[in-house]
């Protein structure tokens, strides 16, 4: 589940950095599985088939949301003229097993397509995205209303 800002936000990035590739993380809450905070980061590659963060960057990145008790919840970055499906690159340099990897095709100028993928050990899982206005009303997937009596 992610709110609509934030996929409007990794969908914009990544139109604005076309024809590279653009990249970066949504940090959420430790053990929260809730993106919150997007941090557009530079595709040290600068190229528009392959990304790579770049290393002073994300360690700057990681210690701010180690400091605020935060964790990668998203690991986002575009592809600019293929589908949205992680690469064999993508896969080897996927590191961070519990973070959602979001990718973004952007080789239609029209329409993106964005969809979401587990990736471990090599493993690549592709997983619903349910977009939500604000995860205050977003459904739980509990079924019971809470008695108004």
């Known amino acids: 589940m992610i709110r609509r800002d934030l996929v409007d936000a990794m969908v914009a990035h990544a139109r604005r950095d076309h024809p590279d590739e653009a990249c970066g993380v949504i940090a959420g809450p430790d053990g929260s599985d809730r993106p919150e905070r997007l941090i557009e980061m ?34 986002y ?30 080789r239609d100028p029209e ?20 977009i939500v206005e604000s995860y205050m009303f977003a459904h739980t997937g509990t079924d019971e209303v809470p008695d108004q009596g």
């Open 42 to 75: 530079i595709n040290a590659e600068r190229s528009p088939t392959f990304y790579r963060f770049d290393s002073g960057e994300q360690l700057k990145v990681w210690r701010g949301m180690d400091e605020a008790d935060e964790e990668p919840i998203v690991i």
């Open 111 to 130: 329409t993106h397509e964005l969809r979401s993928y587990r990736i471990l050990d090599g493993v690549v899982t592709e997983e619903p995205v349910e």
């Open 77 to 106: 970055h575009s592809h600019t003229a293929t589908e949205a499906y992680p690469s064999r690159t993508d896969v080897a340099y996927a590191s961070e097993p519990n973070a959602h990897y979001v990718l973004v095709s952007t």
